[in-house]
Structures are given as C-alpha cells and as structure tokens.
C-alpha cells in the first residue's frame, strides 16, 4: 500500500513536469494547427543546453534557466518564422514533416557535440531526500514540481490577463476571426511557438535531472506527450494539465503494482480507452470541419 | 479519340516497359555487391511509399507508424522461420504472404481504433501505435527475443549473387504495390479514398462507406509494407525492436511521397528513386558522425519548403500552362493523359 502511495505521489510530482512541456505542446497546436512533433527534441535540446551552461559556467542546474529558456524561446521564434511560416498549402500535414526533420536535426547537431553518450544533469537535491511519512522524495522531484507550476501559472496568467495572451487564445478558438478583427496571427504564432520551447527548456531541466538522456531520448518522450494531448484534447491547456497527472500517476502505479518495464504501456492502453470512449479526449471539442 | 491521346499512351506504355526492363535487368547490368545492395534498398522503398500513398495519399490520412507494421511483417516472419524450422533458401519468400496476412489482422485491429480520429490526432495515434509495438516486441521477451534481438537462418548463396533473390523479392512486392495502386487509382473504391480526402463529410452524405473504405485502404497499405518488412528482414538476417520498427524508416517514406507527389501513382516512385540513394550516400559519408542526421533533415526542410506539392505535380501544371497558352485544344488530352 505504501508503495503504491509512493508511486502516486511521485506520479503527481513528475505530471506536472510532464503538464508543463505538454502545454507547451497544445499551446502549439492550439495556435497554429500544427503537431510539433519536434517538441521531444525540444525539451532534450533544453536538457542539453542546461548541461553545457552548468557545466561551463559552473551554474546550478535549475539557476541556467534563466539562460535556457530565453534563448529557447528565441530559437523557437526563429525556427517559426523560418520553418512553419512558409507553409502555405497542405499545413497540417507538411508541418508535422518540417518539424520531425527539426527533431532530426536537433539530434544529430547534439550527437555531433555531445557524442550519443548518456548524461545526466547533476546537483545536491538528486539525490538527498525527505521523509514523507513511511517513504522518502527525493528533493528534486518537488523542485521540479514547484518549478513546473510556477512557470504554468505565469503561462496562465499571461495568457487570461494580458492583451497579448488574449490574442493568443482568439487565435486558438478561430484564426480567421482573430485575423479579422486585426490581430497579427503570425506574431502570436511565432511568439506561441516560442514559449512552447521556453517550457520545453524549463521541462528539459528536471527531465535532465531525473533521467540520463542522450540525443535518441526525445522519441520516447514525444510519444508520451503527444498521448498525453490527445487525452486531455487537442489545442486544451487544462486538458493537456489534468491528462498528464493522470498518466503519470497511472504510469508510476502500474510501475510498482505490475512491473517497470511495462509501465510506459499504460499510456497506450490509457490511449485505446480514450479512443474508444471520447475520441475528442476529455476536453476537445468534436468538429465537423477537418481538424 | 484524337491522335495525341494515342501517342501520348504508346509513350507512357513504352517508358513503363523500358523502365521495368531495366530494373529487371539490374543485376546483370551491375552485378557488383555495392550497386545491387542500393538496388535493394531503393526497390524497398519504391514500394513502401508506393504503399504509404495508398493510404496517406488518397485518402488524405497521414499514418507516420507505417514502420511498426514494417517491424510486424518483420517479426512474423522471422518467428515463423524459427517455430516452423524452415531452412535457409528460397522457401522463406513463400512465407512473405502470410507475414503479409498477419500484418493485415494487426492493421484491422489498428485501424479500427485509430480511425476512429481524423487529421491531426490520427497523425498523433499511428505515431503512438508504433511506439506501442516497438515496446511490445521489446518487453514480450519469451516470443520476440526482447532487445537480444532475432536471427532469420543465413541464406546459403553468397558472393556477387547474394543480393540479387533480394532484388527480385522487393522488385515483386514494388510491381504488387504499383498494380494495387493503379487498380485502386482507377476504381469506384479509389474515387470514394479520394472523396474522402477532398471532403469526408460530403463523402459520407452523397452515400461513400467512408469507414469501411478507409480502413481497407488502410489494411491494403499495411498488408504491403508489412511484406516488404518480411523480407528486409530475411535479407539483414539480425533484427531487434528499435532497428526494424524505427520510425526513421517510416518518415522516410512519407518524405519520399511528398517529395514525388502525394496522391500521384507515379510520384512516390520518383521520390523513392531520388531519395534512397541519397539517405544511402549520406549515411555512407557521415555515417560515422551524427552529421549524418543533419544533413539529412537538411535535404527534408528543402524537399517540404521549396517543393511542397511534389515533383509530379508541379511538372505537370508546368506541361498543362505550356499547353494552354499553345492552343487551347490541345490542354484537353493533357489533362485526361496526365492522371
């Protein structure tokens, strides 16, 4: 029972890592009508680069966001304006082609720099932990969760508060509409896009912390979060949130209960259930028109 | 039936031959192990994305885990080799249909979840459908050999000569997936895939099944490239799960249709004939490095931004505007030749 409680806690700590980089995600596609398939890529180049600043600058990981994830939301601008912004016939489709080659891209600039070796991202809460009734956390996870909801909140407040993150929700519900009354789609497009990797940096730092990657790790990561929003609903912010708790913590449930190295198959047996259930996922909406 | 028309059929009928007499005789005309083993892979892909097409194509549903019915194909054969103790030899491609059948059941199965969703979030199920596999043949040890991988029995033939069986078996499964996509292409069924591609709501109003065509679509294209993954398998005699069922491998021939033309019967041929043996040179030159990957997805942002409707496409809007701007009567024909 402990352990499962444990695996619980744990689930909940590490969704909501797994909420930030997968609204990052839906944000994407709620803007631009584009899967990034490029986001696993994303977060382990963010993983990479908290590495190279920690490292050479002697930072402590969680402190190099403050270089990562400017950059990556420059870089997310850049790789918009340059990549997806010229589709002009076929979106949607030719998107997901533009971005997997960004993935490919970015895995093999980080292969060339970083060999495919297997790093990890080190500092003193790795390892040390605290006592939470019969169990112990590492500290790192709760770090990790303070973080991840903290940036969400920003995410959310600037997006329901602000002028700008209104204009980014009137494109998520009609594009045409928001073009009409004068919003600069592009702009929110791009500016989207570079957020979605701002928290693809933040999400890379503690994924790089609680697991050694390598520049292949971004397909595993991909598949999950692309489950993830299509459980909680494609283009949904709360959606892709409360998806990701629930796969997490079904992940790391199933994890204790049955075995670790089927733990990752709860995702698609959760998948199956929603495709048979809800095919829209908890918060899409069905449309008529081909989404 | 005008002049033109008729010549314009005798051109296309010729060139198809020539093109099949040549790719017959390949092995004969360069019989070096280096030529036909890029001749094998080439023909692979003719007929992957021959494949692809039918389904991503025509109907307009872009599967990106197309490599996981690759690996099945794969994997069935391979595990029938071992259980039924088949020998070495010629008796394996006997067995392709049936890794080919196995690989239809599993895409009925597939298929009947996966399109329940359209567009963007059917993208997104096939991606996770493939993952599902690859984690299957992986954790399901006693029956796959987990990521100790799987041996097919070594074929007996060697030296100049090896490749060549190879070479007819993907040659054979490329014809087969042509002739299924020509037949299709020209069939009520073929017209309801491309309904459903321009409007699959229309589509179902005017009285297209769109279900039971999609999912047979979807089982056809399948059934094909599962084929084609029996025999990769046999030819590199070693698999394991995250080398057959890698999804590089399914990109790739999505890459190549729309680089030849998505939807065009003779487009992902084109795209596979331009595209193989550059993955191959690349790979051959900077394998060694990870650049390989680079430069790779380099040749993917070209191929989608500066050609994103296909070579078969744009070359034929460039004869048709020729066409009309030289007489008016003649674009008639061009138009019915061309598709």
Known sequence: ?291 | MSALLRQSRVLKLGGIIAVFAVALALPAISPDPATTNIAVFTMMYVGLATAWNIMGGYTGYISLGHAGFFGFGSYTLGLLLAHLGVAAGYTPFLLVPVAGLGTAVLAVAIGWFALRTRAATFVIVTIAFMFMLQLLAENLVGLTGGGGGLSFPVPPWGGDYFNTPYYYAMLALATLALAVSWRIRRSKFGLGLLAIRDDEDKALAVGVPTRAFKLTAFVVSAALVGMIGAVYGYYVTYIYPQFVIDPLIGISMVLMVFLGGLGTLSGPVLGALILEPTQLWLAYNFGATRLYLVLYAGVFLGVILLLPRGIVPSVMELIERRRARAGPSASTPAKVAAR
Request: glycine share 10%; hydrophobic share 55%.
């Open chain 1, 1 to 291: 029972m402990t352990l499962v409680l444990e695996a619980a806690v744990l689930g909940v700590l590490t969704g909501g890592v797994y909420a930030l980089m997968a609204s990052g995600l839906t944000l994407i596609f709620g803007v631009m009508r584009i899967i990034n398939v490029g986001h696993g890529a994303l977060v382990v180049l963010g993983a990479y680069l908290s590495f190279a600043a920690s490292r050479s600058l002697g930072l402590d990981p969680f402190a190099t966001l403050v270089i990562t994830m400017p950059v990556m939301f420059l870089l997310g601008v850049l790789l918009q304006t340059v990549f997806i912004r010229p589709l002009k016939t076929d979106r949607e489709a030719l998107s997901v082609l533009v971005t997997y080659a960004i993935a490919l891209g970015i895995e093999g600039l980080l292969g060339y720099f970083f060999t495919a070796n297997y790093r990890q991202l080190h500092a003193w809460y790795d390892t040390a932990s605290f006592p939470v009734g019969d169990f112990r956390v590492t500290y790192v996870y709760l770090f990790g969760f303070v973080l991840c909801l903290a940036i969400l909140g920003a995410m959310f407040l600037f997006l329901y508060r602000t002028t700008f993150g209104a204009s980014i929700r009137a494109t998520m519900l009609n594009r045409t509409a928001a073009q009409l009354i004068g919003i600069d789609v592009d702009r929110v497009a791009a500016v989207a896009f570079g957020i979605g990797m701002a928290t693809a940096a933040a999400g890379g730092v503690v994924f790089g912390i609680t697991n050694a990657f390598n520049p292949g790790s971004h397909y595993d990561l991909i598949s999950r979060l692309l489950t993830i929003i299509v459980l909680g609903g494609l283009g949904s912010l709360r959606g892709a949130v409360i998806a990701a708790l629930i796969m997490l913590v079904s992940e790391d449930i199933t994890s204790v209960v049955i075995s670790p190295v089927w733990a990752s198959f709860t995702f698609f047996v959760i998948l199956i259930a929603v495709l048979i259930v809800r095919p829209q996922g908890l918060y899409g909406v069905r449309v008529r028109e081909r989404l």
